[in-house]
């Protein structure tokens, strides 16, 4: 996608790139990231590890875009590297160890094992064999298989027993006792591998975290010899006690699908060990925690997953609660699309989402768990989500009456305060916009996406709101009554289009799923909006106004642009060029304008048509461009007025001209950029339809109308040319013009209709045979008048000699006279 700077100065706009983008190749609207979805709850309002946040519920596999976030750039300084520089006493940091042990940097190595040398020679044929086991290829007690030699994987393992039985050294005996498990497990002799654990780990008489290691390994080899209840017990337990060996002992279950089995229970001793089992299990995709989750709150009060599990099942379900069938389907979020599972759990989730209200509100009671404002406040969204508005509030209440020490928890609670607002405001009042107004400022910078579904949704309701005001009800008996619609006056009209276009970034600096294509609503919105907006820029009243203003970041420069632009597209040629003229004239030598409005505007390639003395009538494709965008509306209202007046070939050639100026503001034209900020070849844009039937049938509806892709404005000038024309060679020009309209309205419906039949291949035979039928019934009239009347002239002679795409336009002539 190749973009192009503003076409005059957008210096004091809040988001500049956006709104005026001139946009070559695909115009595409927001970039979908998969680990985006609808979803008002931030699972960090929870209180839980950094390092835990990777469990944070996600359609993708990890939530690792945040864990990448947090290690991109640093030395990962584990439990082993620590015991290392213990064990090696003064005169080797984290760093030089961490370079040293795991073979990234031979001057570190070699520091290393010259300290030993001299104090601890029995340390030094421990690396030089962990580093054999490992060929040198990284940390050789990570869990993934390594690289060496598989034939002397028995050696090895032999070695490692052998030195395990040999050595008094307790730090070096747990280290030979794990090689050996690991080095079992790489020979794929997993009972062998069990066996070793038990004999040489377990009568260790002190275990640190190498010991869970070689549990993990053990856990691998249990789960390889098909016993998946004891090892999910194993694995819970290296998840629950080895930081260091967290993610792969919960990745060993999450890879395979490995879901909660009661046998799992029966080897765990104590409850600590059986929380274990159920918090490994509670985050496991695919499946409810709720009940994990109980027992998880009455073995382990102060189990530091409660309240992620807690936050990881709202999550979970608000993925099928906000998303529709279509874009699951559409998107492919999940790794195997089931789209009648899909259905069912959407179905479910309304009653799960009333069970975790419950135990959210028992939990907020518990006086073992701590931290009520965090259950109220999850309690009080499941309460908005429910539409149980008042007891929403009355719950948001409470948790602000306890302490807060996450930062993140006080934020939700106020973005649960503004979706409450625009919940619950039917009719709009100044205290409403006050409220609003500093919400939008609080969250008009985020890189959380959360965050930007929930100020995009906001600004979505308010929005919709001032469009359909309602009449404030008064009196004694106002409650027994309904709210009368109103009309729309012009501050309403502006204070819903600033709303709309402040969605268009999503409250933040950054491109999210949820922010809205800027391009879309400029096509979209009224002159007449944009004309209201403009007036109410110019004298805002009040201090919501005000700032909603400034937040919105339109300068007047853009809104008459804009404005220009959408008269235009109207064909409101004398009121574009009143507007265009308020634009600073610098504008017109800027980038945009100087690169895509160089062309003369009334210039088509066609054959030239000469008159008597010799002149040629109409402009060449390549004269250079004699008009600003203000002198070009004006001269095409001129034109329009002058028509009217003429007859004969006169007025043919100013209807002509016409033509061709409205054939140039369409997307086959020059001088696009007078009717849009941007231009793509990816367009007409019905990929991009929405899948929503009833949607879906509007947008269709919208695109056969817009006159950018349809040309019908200038088909009309293009015929009323035709019939004014007295020169055969004007008439073929303008005859042949209008059937090219007529054509390119043709090409936007046979689009559509490929959309609307599956995305079916334009060679389809069936497909072919259809749209020749539409063709003939309802855009062959101008190409029939062509070719019946036209087709043997020197206008013809002319184009088949100088025009090479002239002779697929004449092939569809004995389609249609068949």
Same mark, same amino acid.
């Not at 907020?364 to 309460?383: C, E, H, R, S, V």
């Not at 709210?483 to 819903?496: E, F, I, L, M, R």
């Not at 919105?552 to 004398?574: F, I, K, P, S, V």
């Not at 009833?694 to 088909?715: F, P, S, W």
């Given at each position: 996608?190749?973009?192009?700077?503003?076409?005059?100065?957008?210096?004091?706009?809040?988001?500049?790139?956006?709104?005026?983008?001139?946009?070559?190749?695909?115009?595409?609207?927001?970039?979908?990231?998969?680990?985006?979805?609808?979803?008002?709850?931030?699972?960090?309002?929870?209180?839980?590890?950094?390092?835990?946040?990777?469990?944070?519920?996600?359609?993708?596999?990890?939530?690792?875009?945040?864990?990448?976030?947090?290690?991109?750039?640093?030395?990962?300084?584990?439990?082993?590297?620590?015991?290392?520089?213990?064990?090696?006493?003064?005169?080797?940091?984290?760093?030089?160890?961490?370079?040293?042990?795991?073979?990234?940097?031979?001057?570190?190595?070699?520091?290393?094992?010259?300290?030993?040398?001299?104090?601890?020679?029995?340390?030094?044929?421990?690396?030089?064999?962990?580093?054999?086991?490992?060929?040198?290829?990284?940390?050789?007690?990570?869990?993934?298989?390594?690289?060496?030699?598989?034939?002397?994987?028995?050696?090895?393992?032999?070695?490692?027993?052998?030195?395990?039985?040999?050595?008094?050294?307790?730090?070096?005996?747990?280290?030979?006792?794990?090689?050996?498990?690991?080095?079992?497990?790489?020979?794929?002799?997993?009972?062998?591998?069990?066996?070793?654990?038990?004999?040489?780990?377990?009568?260790?008489?002190?275990?640190?975290?190498?010991?869970?290691?070689?549990?993990?390994?053990?856990?691998?080899?249990?789960?390889?010899?098909?016993?998946?209840?004891?090892?999910?017990?194993?694995?819970?337990?290296?998840?629950?006690?080895?930081?260091?060996?967290?993610?792969?002992?919960?990745?060993?279950?999450?890879?395979?699908?490995?879901?909660?089995?009661?046998?799992?229970?029966?080897?765990?001793?104590?409850?600590?060990?059986?929380?274990?089992?159920?918090?490994?299990?509670?985050?496991?995709?695919?499946?409810?925690?709720?009940?994990?989750?109980?027992?998880?709150?009455?073995?382990?009060?102060?189990?530091?997953?409660?309240?992620?599990?807690?936050?990881?099942?709202?999550?979970?379900?608000?993925?099928?609660?906000?998303?529709?069938?279509?874009?699951?389907?559409?998107?492919?979020?999940?790794?195997?699309?089931?789209?009648?599972?899909?259905?069912?759990?959407?179905?479910?989730?309304?009653?799960?989402?009333?069970?975790?209200?419950?135990?959210?509100?028992?939990?907020?009671?518990?006086?073992?768990?701590?931290?009520?404002?965090?259950?109220?406040?999850?309690?009080?969204?499941?309460?908005?989500?429910?539409?149980?508005?008042?007891?929403?509030?009355?719950?948001?209440?409470?948790?602000?009456?306890?302490?807060?020490?996450?930062?993140?928890?006080?934020?939700?609670?106020?973005?649960?305060?503004?979706?409450?607002?625009?919940?619950?405001?039917?009719?709009?009042?100044?205290?409403?916009?006050?409220?609003?107004?500093?919400?939008?400022?609080?969250?008009?910078?985020?890189?959380? $996406?959360?965050?930007?579904? %929930?100020? +995009?949704?906001?600004?979505?309701? #308010? &929005?919709?709101?001032? =469009?359909?005001?309602?009449? /404030?009800?008064?009196?004694?008996?106002?409650?027994?009554?309904?709210?009368?619609?109103?009309?729309?006056?012009?501050?309403?009209?502006?204070?819903?289009?600033?709303?709309?276009?402040?969605?268009?970034?999503?409250?933040?600096?950054?491109?999210?799923?949820?922010?809205?294509?800027?391009?879309?609503?400029?096509?979209?919105?009224?002159?007449?909006?944009?004309?209201?907006?403009?007036?109410?820029?110019?004298?805002?009243?009040?201090?919501?106004?005000?700032?909603?203003?400034?937040?919105?970041?339109?300068?007047?420069?853009?809104?008459?642009?804009?404005?220009?632009?959408?008269?235009?597209?109207?064909?409101?040629?004398?009121?574009?060029?009143?507007? $265009?003229?308020?634009?600073? %004239?610098? +504008?017109?030598?800027?980038?945009? #304008? &100087?690169?895509?409005? =160089?062309?003369?505007?009334? /210039?088509?390639?066609?054959?030239?048509?000469?008159?008597?003395?010799?002149?040629?009538?109409?402009?060449?494709?390549?004269?250079?461009?004699?008009?600003?965008?203000?002198?070009?509306?004006?001269?095409?209202?001129?034109?329009?007025?002058?028509?009217?007046?003429?007859?004969?070939?006169?007025?043919?050639?100013?209807?002509?001209?016409?033509?061709?100026?409205?054939?140039?503001?369409?997307?086959?034209?020059?001088?696009?950029?007078?009717?849009?900020?941007?231009?793509?070849?990816?367009?007409?844009?019905?990929?991009?339809?929405?899948?929503?039937?009833?949607?879906?049938?509007?947008?269709?509806?919208?695109?056969?109308?817009?006159?950018?892709?349809?040309?019908?404005?200038?088909?009309?000038?293009?015929?009323?040319?035709?019939?004014? &024309?007295?020169?055969?060679?004007?008439?073929?020009?303008?005859?042949?013009?209008?059937?090219?309209?007529?054509?390119?309205?043709?090409?936007?419906?046979?689009?559509?209709?490929?959309?609307?039949?599956?995305?079916?291949?334009?060679?389809?035979?069936?497909?072919?045979?259809?749209?020749?039928?539409?063709?003939?019934?309802?855009?062959?009239?101008?190409?029939?008048?062509?070719?019946?009347?036209?087709?043997?002239?020197?206008?013809?002679?002319?184009?088949?000699?100088?025009?090479?795409?002239?002779?697929?336009?004449?092939?569809?002539?004995?389609?249609?006279?068949?």
């Amino acid at each position: 996608m190749k973009r192009f700077k503003p076409s005059f100065d957008l210096s004091h706009f809040r988001r500049p790139f956006l709104l005026v983008a001139i946009v070559l190749g695909f115009a595409c609207g927001p970039s979908f990231d998969p680990n985006e979805f609808m979803s008002f709850f931030m699972p960090e309002s929870a209180n839980s590890k950094p390092e835990d946040s990777r469990y944070f519920f996600t359609p993708q596999f990890y939530n690792d875009a945040e864990i990448s976030e947090q290690y991109s750039d640093s030395l990962v300084i584990d439990e082993n590297i620590s015991a290392w520089v213990n064990y090696a006493g003064k005169g080797l940091s984290e760093t030089q160890m961490y370079k040293a042990l795991y073979n990234e940097n031979p001057a570190a190595v070699a520091v290393l094992k010259a300290k030993f040398a001299r104090t601890n020679p029995a340390a030094v044929t421990y690396l030089d064999f962990a580093w054999a086991a490992d060929d040198g290829q990284g940390n050789p007690w990570d869990p993934n298989p390594t690289s060496t030699d598989s034939t002397k994987l028995p050696e090895l393992l032999n070695t490692a027993k052998m030195a395990y039985g040999t050595t008094n050294d307790e730090f070096l005996k747990e280290r030979y006792a794990f090689q050996a498990v690991k080095l079992a497990c790489e020979t794929e002799d997993y009972k062998q591998a069990q066996q070793l654990y038990d004999q040489l780990v377990k009568p260790m008489p002190t275990h640190t975290f190498i010991s869970d290691w070689a549990l993990c390994r053990r856990a691998g080899a249990t789960l390889a010899l098909g016993d998946t209840a004891q090892a999910i017990y194993e694995f819970a337990l290296v998840f629950d006690r080895c930081p260091s060996r967290r993610k792969a002992a919960e990745t060993s279950l999450r890879k395979y699908g490995i879901r909660f089995r009661e046998g799992a229970l029966e080897y765990a001793k104590t409850d600590q060990e059986r929380a274990a089992v159920y918090a490994l299990c509670a985050i496991q995709p695919g499946q409810d925690a709720l009940e994990f989750l109980n027992e998880i709150v009455r073995l382990t009060p102060k189990n530091p997953l409660i309240e992620l599990i807690m936050a990881r099942e709202i999550n979970r379900n608000e993925y099928y609660f906000f998303q529709s069938e279509d874009e699951y389907m559409n998107y492919g979020m999940m790794t195997s699309p089931d789209s009648m599972a899909f259905v069912k759990r959407k179905a479910e989730g309304p009653s799960y989402f009333d069970k975790l209200r419950s135990f959210a509100l028992e939990s907020a009671d518990n006086k073992a768990l701590g931290n009520p404002a965090f259950w109220y406040t999850a309690a009080a969204y499941l309460d908005y989500i429910g539409k149980d508005y008042k007891a929403a509030q009355a719950h948001l209440d409470q948790a602000v009456l306890s302490p807060m020490p996450n930062a993140t928890l006080k934020k939700q609670v106020t973005v649960q305060r503004m979706l409450l607002l625009a919940a619950q405001t039917e009719t709009i009042t100044p205290e409403a916009e006050n409220q609003l107004i500093g919400y939008l400022e609080e969250f008009d910078s985020t890189n959380n $996406f959360r965050l930007g579904y %929930a100020f +995009t949704s906001v600004c979505k309701q #308010f &929005a919709d709101k001032y =469009q359909h005001k309602t009449e /404030a009800k008064s009196g004694w008996l106002s409650g027994c009554s309904r709210s009368k619609a109103t009309p729309v006056d012009g501050p309403s009209a502006a204070k819903a289009y600033l709303l709309t276009m402040l969605t268009t970034q999503g409250g933040t600096e950054s491109y999210l799923a949820s922010t809205n294509d800027p391009h879309s609503i400029e096509d979209t919105v009224s002159a007449m909006t944009v004309e209201q907006t403009i007036a109410f820029a110019k004298q805002p009243i009040t201090d919501f106004d005000k700032r909603l203003l400034k937040l919105a970041g339109l300068t007047n420069g853009y809104l008459n642009l804009l404005l220009g632009r959408r008269l235009m597209m109207e064909h409101q040629y004398a009121k574009a060029a009143e507007a $265009f003229a308020k634009v600073d %004239a610098r +504008t017109w030598g800027d980038e945009a #304008f &100087a690169s895509y409005f =160089q062309t003369n505007p009334f /210039a088509i390639k066609m054959p030239a048509i000469h008159a008597a003395d010799g002149s040629v009538n109409f402009p060449e494709e390549d004269e250079t461009n004699p008009y600003t965008p203000i002198e070009f509306a004006k001269r095409m209202a001129e034109l329009e007025q002058q028509a009217k007046a003429a007859t004969g070939d006169k007025a043919a050639e100013l209807y002509y001209l016409l033509g061709c100026g409205a054939w140039n503001l369409s997307w086959y034209g020059n001088s696009w950029l007078l009717v849009k900020s941007y231009w793509s070849a990816g367009e007409p844009p019905v990929y991009s339809l929405p899948t929503n039937p009833v949607e879906k049938q509007k947008g269709i509806d919208q695109l056969l109308n817009t006159d950018y892709y349809t040309t019908g404005h200038a088909k009309g000038y293009f015929e009323q040319s035709a019939k004014a &024309a007295k020169t055969p060679a004007l008439i073929d020009r303008s005859a042949y013009m209008a059937a090219r309209c007529e054509a390119n309205a043709f090409a936007l419906n046979r689009s559509i209709e490929q959309i609307r039949n599956g995305y079916v291949a334009e060679d389809d035979s069936t497909f072919v045979k259809t749209m020749l039928a539409l063709r003939k019934t309802k855009y062959a009239s101008a190409y029939k008048v062509f070719f019946n009347n036209h087709s043997r002239t020197m206008f013809n002679q002319e184009m088949i000699r100088e025009c090479a795409m002239y002779k697929d336009f004449l092939q569809f002539g004995d389609q249609v006279s068949e």
